[in-house]
């Protein structure tokens, strides 16, 4: 009789969709992403130490990674990770050389790769996806999220820098998203730079702002590797290139992630618009 919990158990009755295109009829590893039936070679994931533990799992009849998708055939199901993210990995494993990369660059596709990448354990490919990063137009609050996500807020100088900054606050959906310590530093950083530009008599230069913002960031976020102080909105590589093709970093960098909708208060009337700085001091 078979014990396996009706819970994970699926007939073929059920008609589970195959991908188009990671079904392959030699594969020899079957993973459930979502409702799509993956079918790939267990070698891709030899180097990943997240596979042998979740093979390690399987192979113990745990039934907490598989699921029967047919009497006689077992999957591995994959429920944290997303359709997007786990075909995106198969792409990159998929091909022969990395920089031979032929699926469209987009910032979305580089950032699944990392993800996955990361939980997986690849460490090369976590490192080439994030120097490919580094080249894409990314907003500087999906960059925060990702990386540290992916164990690399050490990376994060810039992108602090950027939203300490810029001339707009930071808005209530990206303030969700960051985080209320991460959004009270960087009103502190904001502010002590704005006092500092205004307490001398003499005219400071951009520079000697940016070293001192610079020095907060540090103080405020000690996971971030210090350096040289990172200019505001300027790339390094001026021309990007990858697989030979310029990259198009002129185009306004939009926020992806997305936090659920709250409706904003609207401030009453008579009231300055820097008066919540008093009520959250």
Known sequence: ??????STYHTGEENIPRHARYYLEDGNVTFLVG??????HRYQFQDSPYFHAVEANRDADTDSSYIYVAPEERAIELRDIKHFDFEALL???YTP???????PISTSKWSAILRMAHLWQFYDLKNFSFQRLELLPIHPVDKIVLYRECGLSHMLRAAYAELCARDQPISLNEGLLL???????????RES????QWSFRTEISPEELEHWRDALILDLFPSVAAGPPVPVGKIVDT??????????????????SKVPEVAT?????????????QANS
């Open 193 to 196: 730079v704005f006092r500092q």
């Open 91 to 93: 792409e990159i494993l």
């Open 179 to 189: 985080g209320m310590e991460t959004v009270t530093n960087i009103f502190k950083i």
């Open 35 to 40: 409702n799509t039936l993956f079918q790939v």
């Open 265 to 277: 208060p609207e401030r009453p009337k008579g009231t300055r618009p820097d008066s919540h700085r």
């Open 97 to 103: 050389i990395f920089v031979e990369y032929p699926y």
């Open 1 to 6: 009789m078979d014990d396996t919990p009706e």
């Open 239 to 256: 021309t990007p290139r990858m697989n030979g093709l310029q990259l198009d970093v002129s185009s306004p960098v939009t926020l992806t």
